[in-house]
């Protein structure tokens, strides 16, 4: 079965610093998904990825899927507290669900 | 505001009972997942329905269970509860049955189980 692992699983970082969390899956990705949970809260969808290369912004937060479509890559510029949270990667296996991996919890110090 | 409804947000119970959680999806949304977050587990997906009928099982115990009604809403039913169900559940919706076209799903705030 098709498993995801994001690095490093905590980060605390001083605002205004810049960021990366990857996503590393064992199979190919054939769609691969960032979602931000705040603490206690549902998940929110950030973006999509489908294509190898691909690259998408969302206000400050940017993330790419590398070429050979395993591993995936979401970076933050000029982090803010608002952007505390867990992020979680998640894959489509073309089974009708969407599975995550492990998370990466970020910290924002003012 | 997500527009995914569950309820309770909060539930105590003990060893051996059973519970009932219930979400409401956003309007026009066909699909229902369930998924269940523990620390030690990660986010795990649960079950699925589309329009009332189900669409795939991931990694749900046998004691658990669930439907989806022809008002679109669902519940899930643990029973035989054990002190490792402990956990919150979310609920999440979207409009196709798979999440492979737009790949957002609307999640619901979840219910937090506590098993004493």
């Known amino acids: 079965s098709q498993e995801l692992e994001q690095s490093p699983q905590s980060l605390i970082v001083q605002e205004g610093k810049n960021l990366t969390i990857n996503c590393t899956s064992s199979k190919t990705l054939y769609g691969l998904y960032w979602y931000k949970q705040k603490y206690g809260e549902g998940l929110i969808f950030l973006m999509m990825?489908?294509?190898?290369?691909e690259e998408k912004s969302h206000e400050k937060i940017t993330a790419k899927l590398d070429e050979k479509k395993q591993q995936s890559s979401l970076h933050i510029t000029a982090s803010q507290p608002s952007h505390a949270g867990i992020y979680l990667c998640?894959?489509?296996?073309?089974?009708?669900?969407?599975?995550f991996g492990t998370g990466t919890r970020l910290t924002v110090i003012p | 505001d997500s527009g995914v409804t569950q309820t309770p947000k909060h539930l105590i119970t003990a060893t051996g009972q059973r519970v009932t959680l219930r979400c409401s999806p956003r309007s026009g949304d066909l699909s229902v997942y369930w998924y269940q977050q523990s620390l030690d587990q990660g986010l795990q997906f649960l079950i699925q329905y589309y329009n009332g009928e189900e669409r795939a099982k991931g990694n749900i115990l046998e004691r658990f269970s669930a439907q989806q009604f022809p008002d679109l809403h669902s519940e899930l039913n643990l029973s035989s509860l054990e002190l490792g169900d402990s956990a919150l559940y979310f609920c999440?919706?979207?409009?196709?049955?798979?999440?492979?076209?737009?790949?957002?799903?609307?999640f619901g705030e979840g219910s937090r189980l506590t098993v004493l």
């Open positions: 990825l489908q294509k190898g290369g």
């Open positions: 998640g894959a489509d296996p073309g089974a009708n669900n969407l599975f």
């Open positions: 999440a919706s979207s409009v196709e049955d798979s999440p492979s076209g737009t790949g957002e799903l609307f």
